[in-house]
């Protein structure tokens, strides 16, 4: 009897291990990460004619064997006409602008007429931005003591355009020109130019 008691009380020590059955080891899923999304730039639409109106401000100094004989600064605005090629990331244009001038030295009774540059554009496409550098030659006319000259020299600087949408489009350019020997008067003349610039896509 004691043996049969000993029997059934193993039995009912081992049934907890064995009522379960043997465990089942299950692995880990394998997660396998999602391939990175490559962004492109985004790209605007810069291709074709244009032409507007700009108006800033402008600073000229003329120099004479190392002394100052002009020192003028006014109003400055006119028109541009240009053509753009736009080839992805890389925009090429060409310019043509023509800009009235109030920039003048009262003390030489001196004026800065007017100025045409002819320019080429490099840029790059921000999507609906642009940023250009440009370069050319420039045309410019002066007055001094009611007599007037007029030579050409060269012009470079930096741009930037937003597109509106619409087909227009708003910026700002910076110029530096520079005119050596003006009109075989001696003088070296050179300034810079800001202009606000409004633009309408043909």
């Known amino acids: 009897m004691k043996t049969f008691a000993a029997v059934v009380a193993l039995a009912g020590l081992a049934a907890p291990a064995f009522a379960g059955g043997p465990t089942t080891v299950v692995d880990e899923p394998l997660v396998v990460a999602a391939p990175a999304v490559v962004v492109a730039a985004p790209q605007g639409n810069w291709d074709g004619a244009y032409g507007g109106l700009s108006l800033g401000y402008g600073s000229f100094e003329g120099d004479l064997a190392g002394s100052k004989v002009f020192d003028g600064d006014g109003t400055i605005g006119g028109v541009q006409l240009g053509y ?73 600087g930096l741009g930037y355009d937003y597109d509106l949408g619409n087909n227009w489009l708003v910026g700002a350019e910076y110029l530096y020109n520079k005119f050596d020997d003006f009109d075989k008067s001696g003088v070296d003349l050179d300034g810079s130019t800001f202009a606000i610039r409004a633009n309408y896509r043909f």
């Not at 006319?141 to 009611?146: E, H, L, N, Y």
């Open 84 to 156: 753009r090629w736009d080839l992805g990331n890389t925009v090429l244009g060409v310019e043509a602008a023509y800009s009235g001038s109030d920039v003048k030295d009262d003390g030489v009774d001196a004026k800065l007429k007017n100025k045409t540059d002819l320019k080429l554009q490099l840029g790059y496409d921000l999507g609906q931005s642009l940023v250009y550098a440009t370069a050319g030659a420039s045309w410019a006319k002066a007055s001094v003591a009611g007599a007037d000259y007029s030579d050409n020299g060269w012009v470079a």
